[in-house]
């Protein structure tokens, strides 16, 4: 699996609404500035000294505020006294040096966009998205609309710390097998399951009960009817590790340690079935095989 999918697979993202998405730190849009590759970014400091554009995305009248920035040669140049240029010339300047970011702002929202003039500074500004692309700062009227554009889990950067830090539960699996149901609900304190695939299958990590990691990556993870062996106390792995091993699982699972039988230390372990807890126990040897004894059933 790609980290995108284990990322849409985790309901605490995938429930995320469009809001949310914009809001979020790890929001990094990829986008053309021009003929240039670019990232647009959130949460910059509204531009304190801009031209506020009236524009229609559709029908729907907006406020776009253009920073001052040095990629905006010819308004750049009559920038402090742009009060005394005439509407008429200003917007014909911004049309000429801030086009590409009009069409950025149109391809960001998916709908076509209408330069229908300059808005007076009244102090009365709407609720804004404040953004940063290259050299370019801008805001633009925050609405529903736009943010349901924009709100895009593909729009989020699976590598800022935010998604990375996610802690989800995992447990090693040693072992999965056929019991039938009668054997099942037979089983004691003293009881003994032989275990024949411990030293000669590799184990494997599930986690979340919905992605297992074994040598040869990350893929879904689907319990079926099996019944399963797995350590007896979950342990916790984070979102940013799980990425890195899907992309060296090999690397990864060479460093689990497989638990070897008849050791001083008892190795606690549970049998699972359909996210049941069949019985705790622990791994032993019976004869020259490993097994499974059974110390505590639960009903």
């Known amino acids: 699996m790609k980290p995108f999918e284990m990322l849409s697979s985790l309901p605490q993202w995938a429930g995320l609404g469009h809001d949310a998405i914009v809001d979020s730190p790890a929001f990094a849009m990829p986008c053309r500035l021009g003929d240039e590759s670019a990232t647009l970014t959130l949460g910059a400091t509204h531009p304190a000294d801009a031209i506020r554009l009236s524009i229609l995305i559709e029908d729907e009248p ?19 006294a742009r009060a005394d240029v005439p509407e ?7 049309e000429k040096d801030a086009g590409p970011v009009l069409q950025l702002v149109e391809n960001a ?6 330069l229908v003039g300059l808005v007076p500074s009244d102090g009365s500004d709407a609720p804004a998205l404040f953004a940063q692309v290259s050299d370019v700062a801008f805001a633009l009227t925050r609405s529903a609309t736009v943010t349901a554009a924009m709100g ?10 935010s998604i990375r830090s996610t802690i989800l539960p995992a447990v090693m699996e040693y072992a999965a097998f056929s019991l039938a149901s009668g054997e099942a609900a037979g089983l004691g304190i003293g ?46 792995i984070s979102l940013g590790e799980l990425f890195d091993a899907a992309e060296n699982a090999e690397g990864r699972m060479s460093k689990v340690e497989v638990p070897r039988p008849g050791g001083d230390a008892p190795i606690p372990l549970r049998l699972v079935h359909g996210g049941k807890v069949l019985a705790f126990g622990r791994l032993d040897r019976l004869g020259d095989q490993p097994a499974f004894i059974v110390e505590t059933a639960t009903p």
Do not use: C, M
């Open 88 to 94: 008429p010339v200003l917007l014909a300047l911004v």
């Open 62 to 80: 907006h406020v776009l505020s253009l920073a001052r920035s040095p990629r905006f040669k010819d308004l750049d140049a009559i920038w402090d």
């Open 191 to 236: 009881d003994a399951i032989l275990l024949p695939e411990i030293g000669t299958v590799s184990a494997r990590l599930v986690v979340d009960g919905r992605f297992v990691l074994d040598e040869s990556g990350v893929s879904r993870y689907n319990a079926g009817e099996l019944v399963h062996v797995v350590d007896a106390v979950p342990k916790e």
């Open 152 to 161: 895009s889990l593909r729009n989020l950067d699976l590598a800022h710390d």
């Open 109 to 114: 929202v998916r709908r076509q966009l209408r």
